[in-house]
């Protein structure tokens, strides 16, 4: 049995992360008929690429590795039929980040998480040339303002367990404790979360409502965009649920609930549906798409995307198990100011 490249992301983080992206990547192993009994750790090693034994080991105490879907210690001995699960994390606060004051739109917070509605433009975590200016930059004086005695080395080592793009907008939960990331990281494994997304697309969309899927994975030519691609051949398998909410002729306003969370998972679905997100300029909304050639029309249009110079795309709502007393919660986000007027511009522009 073979697995090339399949630990990657104990080792790498991924340059370009996107919405809700989980930060556990699930790989499966069965073990041979014929296998004599072996430590897990030891196991893992031999067959998984770029694995240390340390950071298996360590993988095992904390519960990323499941035998027969059970929490197993580093010396237990796989048997032929085992059926293992290993969650890689994808952690990128494996640096010090630097604490910087910056106003924070702080939604909930209490000793467990604390939950954020992002400004447009703020990048979530440091890495690729953005080490400052973050959220987790702004997180960290938060937290060391509340704990001036918590070594920097903390600062959030543990905390974020999902992103959103740099200019979408809304709600994303991050951790207090280790403890806690753990709890909120496996909601987000299992797709338990719920997460529903505002988004103005272009185009009039045929049905009322209905469901995208398709394998989203990297673009094998330009590595920073991704693509759909066939299921099995390529990429990670990703399910979009929308609703039409308003339809304004040539654009259409829409509700999308995420079933998993791929990096650019809903942008990348629209687009292959043929609805770009309104001025999404990496999936081809910055143009006109749907319309008409008078010129006052063209005008209307280049006046919207100055109004929202981004991606239409919002989170709205959030919900998930609490990981101090399990019990559900929900927070919702007002539809920002720049979309709520380019919504209200074309609402105008129709009647």
């Given at each position: 049995m073979?697995?090339?490249?399949?630990?990657?992301?104990?080792?790498?983080?991924?340059?370009?992360t996107?919405?809700?992206?989980?930060?556990?990547?699930?790989l499966?192993?069965?073990?041979?008929?014929?296998?004599?009994?072996?430590?897990?750790?030891?196991?893992?090693?031999?067959r998984?690429e770029?694995?240390?034994r340390?950071?298996?080991?360590?993988?095992?105490?904390?519960?990323?590795?499941?035998?027969?879907?059970?929490?197993?210690?580093p010396?237990y001995k796989v048997?032929?039929?085992d059926?293992?699960?290993v969650?890689?994390?994808?952690?990128?606060e494996?640096y010090?980040?630097?604490p910087?004051?910056?106003?924070?739109?702080?939604?909930?917070?209490d000793d467990?998480?604390?939950?954020?509605?992002?400004?447009?433009?703020?990048v979530?975590?440091?890495?690729?040339?953005?080490?400052?200016?973050?959220l987790?930059?702004?997180?960290?004086?938060?937290?060391?303002?509340?704990?001036?005695?918590?070594?920097?080395q903390?600062?959030?080592r543990?905390?974020m367990?999902?992103?959103?793009?740099?200019?979408?907008?809304?709600?994303?939960?991050?951790?207090?404790?280790?403890a806690?990331?753990?709890?909120?990281?496996h909601?987000?494994?299992?797709?338990?979360?719920?997460?529903k997304?505002?988004a103005l697309?272009?185009?009039?969309?045929?049905?009322?409502?209905?469901?995208?899927?398709?394998?989203v994975g990297?673009?094998?030519?330009?590595?920073?965009?991704?693509?759909i691609y066939?299921?099995?051949?390529?990429?990670?398998e990703?399910?979009?649920?929308?609703t039409?909410?308003?339809?304004?002729?040539?654009v259409?306003l829409?509700?999308?609930?995420?079933?998993?969370?791929?990096?650019?998972?809903i942008?990348?679905?629209?687009?292959?549906?043929?609805?770009p997100l309104?001025?999404?300029?990496?999936?081809?909304?910055?143009?006109?798409?749907?319309g008409?050639?008078?010129?006052?029309?063209?005008?209307?249009?280049?006046?919207?995307f100055e109004?929202?110079?981004?991606?239409?795309?919002?989170?709205?709502?959030?919900?998930?198990?609490?990981?101090?007393?399990?019990?559900?919660v929900?927070?919702?986000?007002?539809?920002?100011?720049?979309?709520?007027?380019?919504?209200?511009?074309?609402?105008?522009?129709i009647?």
């Amino acid at each position: 049995m073979t697995n090339e490249g399949a630990l990657e992301d104990f080792d790498e983080l991924e340059e370009t992360t996107g919405e809700n992206d989980s930060l556990y990547e699930r790989l499966s192993l069965v073990v041979d008929k014929g296998q004599e009994p072996l430590r897990i750790d030891k196991f893992l090693q031999q067959r998984l690429e770029k694995a240390s034994r340390n950071k298996l080991h360590h993988a095992i105490e904390n519960g990323q590795v499941l035998v027969n879907n059970q929490q197993v210690k580093p010396n237990y001995k796989v048997k032929p039929g085992d059926a293992l699960l290993v969650l890689s994390e994808k952690s990128p606060e494996t640096y010090i980040v630097k604490p910087e004051k910056m106003p924070l739109s702080i939604v909930y917070e209490d000793d467990v998480v604390i939950v954020i509605n992002k400004n447009a433009g703020m990048v979530v975590h440091p890495g690729c040339g953005n080490y400052q200016g973050t959220l987790l930059n702004g997180i960290a004086w938060h937290l060391q303002n509340q704990q001036p005695d918590i070594d920097d080395q903390m600062l959030p080592r543990f905390g974020m367990v999902h992103r959103i793009d740099k200019n979408t907008t809304g709600l994303l939960v991050l951790a207090k404790t280790e403890a806690a990331s753990k709890h909120l990281s496996h909601q987000f494994f299992e797709h338990t979360v719920n997460r529903k997304y505002l988004a103005l697309v272009w185009g009039n969309i045929e049905d009322n409502e209905g469901t995208i899927t398709g394998h989203v994975g990297r673009h094998q030519r330009f590595r920073k965009i991704m693509d759909i691609y066939p299921d099995g051949d390529y990429g990670k398998e990703a399910t979009t649920h929308y609703t039409v909410l308003e339809r304004f002729r040539y654009v259409t306003l829409v509700e999308c609930r995420l079933e998993t969370g791929r990096t650019h998972q809903i942008r990348v679905h629209m687009q292959h549906k043929g609805h770009p997100l309104f001025n999404d300029d990496t999936y081809g909304g910055d143009k006109i798409i749907k319309g008409t050639i008078f010129t006052k029309y063209k005008q209307f249009v280049e006046n919207c995307f100055e109004i929202c110079p981004r991606q239409a795309l919002h989170a709205q709502t959030l919900g998930f198990i609490h990981p101090g007393t399990e019990e559900r919660v929900f927070f919702n986000s007002p539809i920002p100011n720049d979309m709520q007027k380019v919504i209200e511009k074309w609402r105008n522009y129709i009647n």
